[in-house]
């Protein structure tokens, strides 16, 4: 999927299965649902931010999820935290109505500097999803996982843009 075709994201915490369900929408009403684990959203959380403009960086970087507050209140206009997910029972999941468990997460540039996420799973016959992101995007992207991580208690901790720890998970830009 790529920004344009983006309409919505949506994350949901699922104490039963201790993960976190990300389902992206698209504008023709197509729908992508994954199963991400504590380990792969720890490892967004401490690479995507290395990934986007230093303004982006530094809005992620300001951000507490325990203010309450959110990216959109500091200027990011083209995002609504507050609105209800649109994808309902007609909305259409070429990968079925159960959320992939994804076994591989790599990522990389495109030459508008939007962020590829590339979720995919171990087998070579798996899935392979392609996320394209706008800076704005990832921001909002990351910043619901951080809420998500904070509503689950997963006490996940992010390290700062420079913390050079975060750099051993993006080896070959692949992180894992």
């Not at 504590?38 to 995507?48: F, H, K, P």
């Not at 809005?59 to 649109?86: C, H």
């Not at 799973?121 to 910043?143: C, F």
Request: with cysteine.
């Amino acid at each position: 999927m790529n920004t344009n075709s983006i309409a919505q994201f949506n994350i949901q915490f699922d104490a039963v299965e201790d993960r976190l369900q990300l389902r992206v929408l698209s504008r023709d009403n197509t729908e992508i649902r994954v199963w991400l684990t504590r380990r792969y959203v720890d490892l967004l959380l401490n690479t995507m931010p290395q990934q986007l403009s230093e303004n982006s960086q530094q809005k992620l970087q300001a951000w507490q999820p325990n203010k309450g507050d959110s990216l959109t209140e500091q200027g990011s206009d083209d995002v609504r935290f507050d609105e209800q997910y649109l994808g309902s029972d007609k909305t259409e999941r070429p990968l079925g109505d159960e959320p992939v468990l994804v076994s591989t997460i790599a990522y990389r540039k495109q030459e508008n500097d939007y962020l590829v996420l590339i979720f995919g799973q171990a087998d070579e016959e798996g899935i392979k999803m392609q996320i394209s992101l706008s800076d704005d995007l990832a921001e909002n992207l990351w910043q619901m996982l951080a809420e998500a991580c904070r509503i689950a208690e997963w006490h996940v901790s992010i390290k700062t843009i420079n913390d050079s720890l975060a750099e051993l998970y993006t080896e070959n830009n692949v992180l894992h």
